[in-house]
């Protein structure tokens, strides 16, 4: 195992590089401040992995966000954006929407820490778990095992059948019926809204 290598220290984020028998991985720490604009810091966050495609990448942040794909919640502009970089990036979502909740105080629970990886196989990801009780700070302790033995990286990722389970497609309409707004429904036009729907299910479907 090599030592680490700093990649990116900010005020916000922190990215380290981590080489295991060979393999490299990308670690990053992200901050967003909930009295600030989210867009910035997740531009900083998807320069840093456009630049290390090459690495396996885990990214666990405070990003102060919300959505259906990561807990019980109604999503806000804040995890819309959000949610748009793991799809942009084909990322995926560790968190378990049934898990506790990730912040906990005497002003209410919510579920606003996530974890976050890329080219790390669902095989390879396991035992995400939020600890209550473990730490004393509003945010619960968040652990999970990767295991790194190196195999041929999935691409092109396909959405498949149980990964809908992580959007709730009746919460935000926008990414199901971006293409067909505006268009009203009758007999003259059904065909465009079947091939309209046809080419958002090959979007999310295998």
């Given at each position: 195992?090599s ?33 600030e ?7 900083q ?39 748009e970089?793991?799809f ?23 579920w ?13 990801f ?47 309409p ?33």
């Amino acid at each position: 195992m090599s030592s680490d290598l700093q990649t990116k220290i900010s005020r916000d984020i922190i990215a380290i590089n981590l080489t295991v028998n060979n393999t490299h991985f990308i670690f990053i720490s992200v901050y967003c401040s909930p009295s600030e604009d989210i867009v910035p810091i997740l531009q900083q966050l998807e320069s840093i992995i456009e630049v290390h495609q090459d690495s396996f990448i885990s990214i666990n942040g405070d990003f102060t966000a919300k959505s259906s794909a990561w807990g019980p919640t109604e999503q806000d502009e804040r995890g819309k954006a959000l949610l748009e970089l793991v799809f942009r990036q084909d990322l995926d979502i560790g968190n378990d929407i049934y898990s506790a909740p990730t912040f906990d105080s005497e002003r209410g629970k919510s579920w606003i820490d996530l974890t976050l990886t890329k080219d790390i196989s669902r095989e390879d990801f396991k035992n995400w778990v939020v600890h209550q009780d473990v730490t004393a700070s509003d945010h619960n302790l968040i652990t999970y095992e990767i295991t790194y033995e190196k195999s041929e990286r999935p691409k092109n990722k396909c959405w498949k059948i149980e990964d809908l389970k992580l959007i709730d497609f009746r919460k935000d309409p926008y990414l199901t019926i971006l293409k067909l707004k505006g268009i009203k429904i009758d007999e003259n036009n059904i065909e465009e809204i079947l091939e309209g729907l046809d080419e958002i299910m090959n979007i999310y479907l295998c």
